[in-house]
């Protein structure tokens, strides 16, 4: 019997599809037919095991979405909290231990002190006091400043979170004031976000926009440790940019920001996609999100995928949709883009340290 | 102890992935479980893991189909919770903290047990669902799990007809089959 037939009368018995005819005729072959029983067995077992990935699959999206809704409603805790509890937290732990130590602290100072004017001449005693009940103030001062910073700790303490990423990829700032341009794969059921910076800075960001038939989404740094960057060195381009244009990317491959060059090589994108651009540059995963910029510094374009089969096949999100992004969202969100690019005219090398501190590592979970 | 109505109704929801129910369970459970966490050298973070891991647990309970909570949700979810978050403190090497528990608890180790197995099984399949390649693992995918007809998914990936299809999905399944044994029987 082929094989094929074998396995979808199986499938079908499982299922309950089959005629009682047709059933009892399985049942008899199964009974007549050990190899055919252990097959059916085993197939049965593998089928259960597959569908309970689904299964599973499907309850833990459900799990994600309502662990969100929850964050949402401030029910299961944001992150920012957490800083500030684990300090504060630590502190009323090792508060006596603190108090303790400075006392001992105090006591070795004065005694040593003591000992020390004990054995020396009287003019090195009037000198040693005034050092050591400095000390004592000093020792007074650090425990008041810890105090102070403990007091202050939420804000003057960046979060540094531990966050086990799922992915990287890049974005770059579209408003100074926290919004930032990244692909709508890249986001995608991600459960939290955070951007990070050259320096190594992470904050939390929230997407404002996604849209998935184009590509693009837009997120919000939440954070409020970030800080505003008042002017950006790009512009965004508004019309169309033009075949074999110089063009380059800055994104996130790697830990560290990464270079790269080429120019564009058609304006459409995968199968006559008349919303992104093909380019030609090296790019790896994670580049995704990542500006292209051409040589008078507009952003023309977001990198957002590339041809599998073929090398240096990139396609790239055409920069006119970021607008039409933001007149769907101008209601709820007010973002000004940039309408000069500064680094128009200079080298490279000035131009993308100037682009570097916009350009972001979008990581997620 | 008995179990309420109540209880019965919700875990009913639960196996059979009903979102309300499942978030019934969270708004009446998981402040409990994150400042017993919080408590206990955990992050809020710690918590949302741990308490998905104590949900996921329930709900293999409950659709397994022979399921019987001798204990209110409450009680069980939290000893889920101590125990894995305990588990996870010695795995992480932190301090370990003084559990004496206030809180009731019930014994849940053959139920880790078995979800530890389930767990691993199952990243067996996931797995070897990864290594069969494109279009297989779509395919797969489109009818096992997301339960999409054989004529949706033959429009879908561009078959003639659904028999074709229905040819290369059994293809397909028969290379899925005998890498997952293979890895199986080795065990894992």
């Not at chain 1, 019309?239 to 063009?247: H, P, T, V, Y």
């Not at chain 1, 008349?274 to 374009?301: F, L």
């Not at chain 1, 089969?309 to 055409?318: E, H, Q, S, T």
């Not at chain 2, 197995?117 to 009818?143: F, H, Q, V």
């Amino acid at each position: 019997m082929d094989e094929n037939l074998l396995l979808d009368a199986i499938e079908r018995y499982r299922k309950g599809e089959m005629t009682s005819q047709e059933k009892t005729f399985f049942e008899e072959m199964r009974k007549n037919n050990p190899e055919i029983d252990v097959m059916a067995v085993e197939h049965t077992f593998f089928l259960n095991e597959l569908e309970k990935l689904g299964e599973r699959k499907s309850y833990k999206y459900t799990l994600d979405e309502v662990e969100n809704t929850l964050v949402n409603e401030g029910i299961i805790a944001k992150k920012q909290l957490k800083a500030k509890s684990k300090i504060i937290y630590l502190w009323n732990r090792y508060r006596k231990t603190i108090a303790v130590a400075a006392c001992i602290a105090a006591l070795v100072s004065i005694s040593t002190a003591t000992i020390v004017s004990m054995y020396s001449g009287n003019k090195q005693a009037t000198n040693l006091t005034p050092l050591v009940k400095d000390k004592i103030n000093k020792l007074e001062d650090k425990v008041d400043r810890i105090e102070d910073k403990l007091d202050n700790a939420a804000v003057v303490i960046p979060v540094r979170p531990k966050f086990a990423e799922k992915f990287r990829a890049t974005g770059f700032l579209i408003d100074g004031s926290g919004f930032i341009a990244t692909n709508a794969h890249v986001i995608n059921n991600a459960r939290n976000l955070i951007v990070e910076n050259k320096n190594g800075d992470q904050f939390y960001a929230k997407p404002v926009y996604v849209n998935k038939s184009t590509d693009l989404a837009i997120l919000k740094v939440t954070d409020t440790s970030y800080k505003k960057i008042n002017i950006l060195p790009y512009s965004i381009r508004r019309s169309s940019a033009e075949l074999g244009d110089q063009i380059f990317t800055l994104g996130y491959p790697r830990e560290e920001v990464v270079y790269g060059e080429g120019y564009l090589s058609a304006k459409s994108g995968y199968s006559g996609d008349t919303s992104s651009y093909q380019i030609s540059i090296s790019v790896n995963p994670g580049n995704s999100g990542g500006p292209v910029i051409n040589k008078n510094g507009e952003v023309i374009g977001i990198i957002s995928s590339k041809e599998t089969n073929a090398d240096g096949v990139v396609f790239a999100i055409k920069s006119k949709n970021i607008y039409t992004a933001l007149e769907e969202i101008k209601t709820s969100e007010s973002i000004k883009l940039p309408s000069m690019a500064a680094i128009k005219g200079m080298d490279r090398v000035r131009q993308i340290k100037k682009i570097e501190d916009c350009v972001f590592m979008v990581k997620g979970n | 102890m008995n179990i309420s109505e109540q209880e019965q109704l919700l875990l009913k929801g639960l196996a059979e992935n009903d979102k309300k129910a499942v978030e019934t369970i969270y708004r009446e459970n998981y402040t409990t479980i994150q400042s017993f966490i919080v408590k206990n050298n955990g992050y809020p973070d710690d918590a949302r893991d741990i308490f998905q891991e104590a949900m996921i647990v329930l709900y293999e309970k409950v659709s397994s189909g022979s399921f019987e909570l001798t204990c209110q949700i409450k009680t069980y979810l939290y000893s889920i919770c101590r125990r894995l978050w305990l588990k996870r403190l010695q795995q992480l090497q932190r301090f370990n903290p003084s559990t004496e528990s206030i809180e009731q608890i019930v014994s849940v180790e053959d139920e880790l047990d078995t979800h530890e197995k389930r767990n691993a099984d199952l990243i067996i399949m996931e797995n070897a669902l990864n290594k069969i390649g494109e279009p297989c693992k779509s395919l797969l995918k489109a009818y096992y799990l997301q339960k999409k007809s054989m004529p949706e998914i033959a429009e879908f990936f561009g078959y003639t007809n659904a028999d074709n299809a229905k040819t290369q999905k059994y293809k397909c399944l028969v290379r899925l089959k005998k890498i997952f044994f293979a890895q199986y029987k080795n065990g894992g």
